[in-house]
């Protein structure tokens, strides 16, 4: 039981956010009933799915083997971190952001037993790498999947529309990941012995993993997820106890932060307003309220009042960027690097990231206009 009240007890962005909502609470009308219902639970079933999924793994060891094998395939710390970067985005694309951070994220951790890398710096681009490569197909993230539902073009004409800003948003990141990482060789440290992991746990992992994602796929989440945790515990169920629950929490104290916050009447009156606001009043509103409230919900909160055009797309993906609320994959990243500082560290490369994209956001926009 002490293990598994320990992350709740300890986790004082949790109790922010607890916090946070008794003080809305009292400013913003709502009855109980309504809490439940506030809580996206099918994003909370996929997260609770992919927790415990991404802990057999990480328990069978593979991870450190194939880290160990990354450690000697790539020579130097700049062509593993562009390895890295780039697998992050392009694995975001189809298999999502959050996806492609509970594969990257673990096998990232597990290259510091081989070698001195700058492990905290490594995650906080990749989180910037998923919310990049992710935002060029409708099935790459929460906010395109809505946007694809309320917007008139198919999956082709929806990629090509994405197109040009995730273009250059994940060259830049590239070239900002080459000046960032420097070229000298990696420099091995730890266990240079051949890592042991158990393949019956692995291979049960992964033949569960793929049926959790057709499982979702065809809307039956809450069965694969059955199915998950039954596997788990007849094979391996001290993972279970091990498994960063206080997660599943924050994200559910944080749709009703944000289900409060909706509720406030200065911020209902204001949204019958937006209509009337110009294209650059649009974008930059689409971006804040991102910024504040995290970029689906205010995707959700937008389309009630606003159609799903290019320039939304572009503006709720481009909030996903900035501060930690922006994308609940930054928080997913951060909180399973399990390093404190790199919340203050993340910062240091998001926020300019934020403000370059919407600099090449807007300066694309009018370009495909004028054409």
């Keep these: 039981m002490a293990t598994l009240l320990r992350p709740f007890l300890q986790d004082r962005f949790l109790h922010l956010l607890v916090l946070l909502g008794l003080i809305l609470a009292f400013f913003a ?66 298999l999502t952001n959050d996806v492609a951070l509970f594969i990257l994220v673990p096998l990232t951790l597990s290259l510091r037993r081989y070698s001195t890398l700058p492990i905290a710096r490594l995650i906080i681009f990749e989180a910037l790498a998923v919310n990049a490569g992710s935002l060029l197909t409708p099935i790459g993230n929460p906010q395109n999947i809505l946007m694809w539902r309320h917007g008139e073009a ?75 945790f039954a596997v788990f515990m007849l094979m391996a169920r001290r993972i279970l106890l091990n498994i960063d629950w206080s997660l599943l929490a924050v994200f559910i104290a944080m749709f009703i932060d944000v289900f409060l916050l909706t509720r406030l009447p200065a911020l209902q009156s204001s949204l019958h307003h937006i209509t009337q606001l110009s294209a650059g009043g649009q974008y930059l509103l689409a971006i804040g309220l991102s910024q504040a409230i995290s970029n689906v919900p205010a995707t959700i909160l937008l389309l009630s009042s606003l159609p799903a055009t290019t320039l939304m797309a572009w503006a709720v993906n481009i909030g996903g960027f900035g501060l930690l609320p922006g994308s609940l994959a930054n928080l997913i990243a951060l909180r399973m690097a399990k390093d404190r500082s790199i919340w203050w560290h993340f910062h240091l490369y998001s926020v300019p990231m934020l403000a370059w994209a919407m600099a090449v956001g807007w300066g694309l926009l009018l370009i495909l206009n004028a054409v």
């Design 29 to 94: 009308p709502f009855s109980l009933q309504q809490l439940p219902r506030a809580v996206d639970w099918p994003t909370i079933i996929t997260l609770c799915g992919l927790l415990m999924l991404t802990k057999g793994i990480e328990a069978s060891g593979y991870f450190d083997v194939l880290g160990r094998r990354l450690v000697k395939r790539f020579h130097r710390q700049r062509t593993l971190a562009l390895f890295l970067i780039a697998a992050a985005a392009l694995l975001s694309t189809f």
């Design 154 to 228: 198919g999956f082709a004409g929806f990629v090509w529309q994405m197109l040009p800003l995730a273009a250059v948003m994940v060259a830049s990141l590239l070239l900002l990941t080459a000046l960032c990482f420097s070229a000298r060789k990696i420099e091995l440290s730890g266990e240079q012995d051949s890592p042991q992991w158990q393949r019956p746990l692995m291979i049960a992992s992964v033949i569960l993993y793929g049926l959790f994602i057709v499982a979702l796929e065809l809307d039956q989440a809450i069965w694969g997820l059955a199915l998950v």
